[in-house]
């Protein structure tokens, strides 16, 4: 099974740019990368899926290198709302332990 | 409203009693999966199924059963529930297993 590692917590400051890393080593040829946010007492909710290079959206990047076998997500001008955890997901077996997100004004 | 319900949204119950928790979605998806979520372990899948009549255990299926006689519902159920099934629970739904997976609010399960 692929395996995700992420950073256990990240602290920013409203307005910075926010970039989360997940390693997925043995990411298999057909897997898509996916990321969700989570609020506390709320189900995770869909950010933004992605196969290879960039893919933007209304909320955030997601940059992934040409082996695959990582992937960034960028969140551009974080504002508190953001504070969540955000998990990313290779395959539908394996989420990472997500990432805290703790934005300050 | 697209959604995934779930119930009941707490519960409190004792060592071996059997329990079930519901799941269902009106989005005519295919996949359906079960996670348990525990403090710095993340989400981890129970089981999933995808499709009617069709389910596979993930990463942590000791002490559950699923079953999916209809497309929309996919129950959890706990035979024996035991203390270390304390956790919060998420069912998700999606057309296919790499989809876009959407989410229920959570049950949060305690077991004495």
């Known amino acids: 099974l692929a395996k995700t590692t992420q950073p256990i917590s990240m602290d920013s400051y409203e307005g910075q740019e926010v970039n989360i890393t997940c390693s997925h080593n043995?990411?298999?040829?057909?897997?898509?990368i996916t990321w969700y946010q989570q609020f506390p007492s709320q189900g995770p909710r869909f950010i933004i899926q992605g196969y290879k290079t960039k893919v933007t959206n209304e909320v955030a990047s997601l940059f992934i290198p040409a082996d695959r076998k990582s992937s960034t997500l960028s969140l551009p001008r974080v504002s508190l709302s953001d504070t969540a955890v955000y998990y990313c997901?290779?395959?539908?077996?394996?989420f990472g332990a997500g990432t805290t997100v703790t934005v300050r004004a | 409203e697209a959604q995934v319900t779930q119930n009941p949204r707490y519960l409190i119950t004792v060592t071996g009693k059997k329990l079930t928790v519901t799941c269902s979605q009106n989005m005519n998806h295919e996949y359906m999966s079960w996670y348990r979520q525990d403090p710095g372990l993340g989400l981890r899948q129970i089981y999933y199924?995808?499709?009617?009549?069709?389910?596979d255990k993930g990463d942590v299926p000791e002490g559950y059963k699923v079953s999916r006689k209809e497309k929309r519902n996919f129950p959890l159920i706990l035979e024996s529930p035991s203390p270390n099934q304390t956790s919060l629970y998420f069912c998700?739904?999606?057309?296919?297993?790499?989809?876009?997976?959407?989410f229920g609010p959570g049950t949060r399960l305690t077991v004495l």
């Open positions: 997901l290779v395959l539908k077996l394996s």
């Open positions: 043995n990411i298999a040829t057909n897997d898509y």
């Open positions: 199924s995808m499709n009617v009549e069709v389910t």
């Open positions: 998700a739904s999606s057309y296919g297993d790499k989809d876009t997976q959407y």
